[in-house]
């Protein structure tokens, strides 16, 4: 099985068949896709301009549209290093427990589903590499009251999500799952009581 730089390399080879290049850049996604591989793919047609059933899109596009997948993984793959320094000096000094936002990120490790999307064609709009950013800067900070990715104060508690953990507090701007662990105990109480509440 191909891992993602060589896909990648396959996206920008322009020696390899269009189909086969956009192909790898789908298979990019099962290795890393923050809101998910039908969001993020819906995400990446979006910003870069081609179609999601276009068989033949500008060889330009999809190399764009890979730069900003690629760009985004890397900070991705920092903040998990920098993650793994932490729990392994944590654990040098005895805090054996993981906290809350440990038993988030065991969920999220690889980047799959960081920032969760459950409907495909809601998810934001802005580059991945700086929604990205932001999420862990809420993780690295107190918790809060609105989405981190988009400043969204309206979020909703859905069940049934697609995801691990299937509810959870949902943005109504920019579709992400909000991890709990960015969240006070009052915005999780909020979004459970909300007038919006629904089941998806």
């Given at each position: 099985?191909?891992?993602?730089?060589s896909l990648a390399r396959q996206v920008r080879d322009p020696r390899c068949d269009l189909a086969l290049?956009?192909?790898?850049?789908?298979?990019?996604?099962?290795?890393?896709?923050?809101?998910?591989?039908?969001?993020?793919?819906?995400?990446?047609?979006?910003?870069?301009?081609?179609?999601?059933?276009?068989?033949?899109?500008?060889?330009?596009?999809?190399?764009?549209?890979?730069?900003?997948?690629?760009?985004?993984?890397?900070?991705?793959?920092?903040?998990?290093?920098?993650?793994?320094?932490?729990?392994?000096?944590?654990?040098?000094?005895?805090?054996?427990?993981?906290?809350?936002?440990?038993?988030?990120?065991?969920?999220?490790?690889?980047?799959?589903?960081?920032?969760?999307?459950?409907?495909?064609?809601?998810?934001?709009?802005?580059?991945?590499?700086?929604?990205?950013r932001r999420l862990i800067s809420a993780l690295e900070r107190a918790p809060g009251s609105t989405c981190?990715?988009?400043?969204?104060?309206?979020?909703?508690?859905?069940?049934?999500?697609?995801?691990?953990?299937?509810?959870?507090?949902?943005?109504?701007?920019?579709?992400?799952?909000?991890?709990?662990?960015?969240?006070?105990?009052?915005?999780?109480?909020?979004?459970?009581?909300?007038?919006?509440?629904?089941?998806?």
């Amino acid at each position: 099985m191909a891992g993602f730089r060589s896909l990648a390399r396959q996206v920008r080879d322009p020696r390899c068949d269009l189909a086969l290049r956009r192909y790898s850049l789908r298979k990019c996604l099962e290795r890393f896709a923050p809101y998910g591989h039908r969001a993020t793919w819906d995400h990446l047609c979006s910003r870069w301009g081609f179609g999601p059933e276009d068989r033949s899109p500008d060889p330009a596009r999809l190399v764009a549209a890979l730069d900003e997948l690629e760009q985004a993984r890397t900070v991705w793959l920092g903040y998990e290093v920098e993650f793994a320094e932490r729990r392994r000096k944590e654990k040098h000094d005895g805090l054996r427990r993981p906290g809350s936002v440990d038993d988030w990120h065991r969920l999220t490790w690889g980047g799959f589903g960081v920032a969760w999307c459950d409907e495909p064609r809601v998810h934001p709009g802005g580059p991945l590499a700086e929604v990205l950013r932001r999420l862990i800067s809420a993780l690295e900070r107190a918790p809060g009251s609105t989405c981190p990715a988009c400043g969204g104060e309206r979020l909703v508690w859905r069940y049934g999500l697609d995801h691990e953990p299937s509810s959870g507090p949902v943005c109504t701007d920019c579709g992400i799952l909000v991890p709990r662990p960015v969240l006070t105990a009052e915005a999780l109480a909020g979004s459970r009581r909300g007038p919006l509440l629904i089941s998806a």
